[in-house]
């Protein structure tokens, strides 16, 4: 559900909280200032649910730089992983499925018209891998850590599938 969804589901659930029918509505409903205070608040609901898409439209614009940001995550896993290689086994069909990965990102990118200009410094983690302890705690967190980015690219992926370019600036 993404985010424009929800605040409308809360807005439409404070509604249905606020309609119940209060415990002595017979006393508040006669007052003429209560009923004025309802109508204002009804008013300024409406007026909220109405504005939410038009500040959405024009604040929100995350397509391009998730791509990019997904660009460099991919590129530490790739020099992470390759770093773990040169001392272990195994580790080869992940990078040459991270590679294409990028190559996809990439070809998003480009179809798109995004830039891809997102800054990366490759990490020098081969210095760090004195024994084979700092070894297997690296390979188990870099791991760890590409298990959680490819799940956060999935939901990325699922966001961007609904995108609407009139959405954009």
Request: with cysteine.
């Amino acid at each position: 559900m993404n985010l424009l969804h929800f605040l409308a589901l809360q807005c439409c659930l404070a509604l249905l909280v606020l309609s119940a029918p209060l415990q002595d509505s017979r006393l508040t409903l006669a007052d003429p200032e209560f009923k004025l205070a309802v109508v204002r608040s009804n008013t300024l609901v409406e007026k909220i649910l109405e504005d939410i898409p038009v500040v959405h439209k024009n604040t929100i614009h995350s397509t391009e730089n998730s791509l990019s940001r997904m660009s460099v995550g991919i590129k530490l896993h790739q020099d992470l992983l390759g770093a773990l290689a040169a001392r272990l086994e195994g580790l080869d069909d992940l990078r040459a499925d991270l590679r294409d990965l990028l190559t996809q990102i990439n070809k998003m990118q480009e179809l798109g018209r995004w830039s891809s200009d997102e800054p990366y410094q490759s990490p020098d983690i081969a210095a760090h891998l004195h024994g084979d302890y700092e070894l297997q705690v690296a390979t188990h967190l870099t791991l760890t850590q590409l298990r959680a980015f490819c799940q956060d690219i999935v939901r990325s992926m699922r966001n961007i599938s609904v995108y609407r370019p009139q959405e954009q600036r």
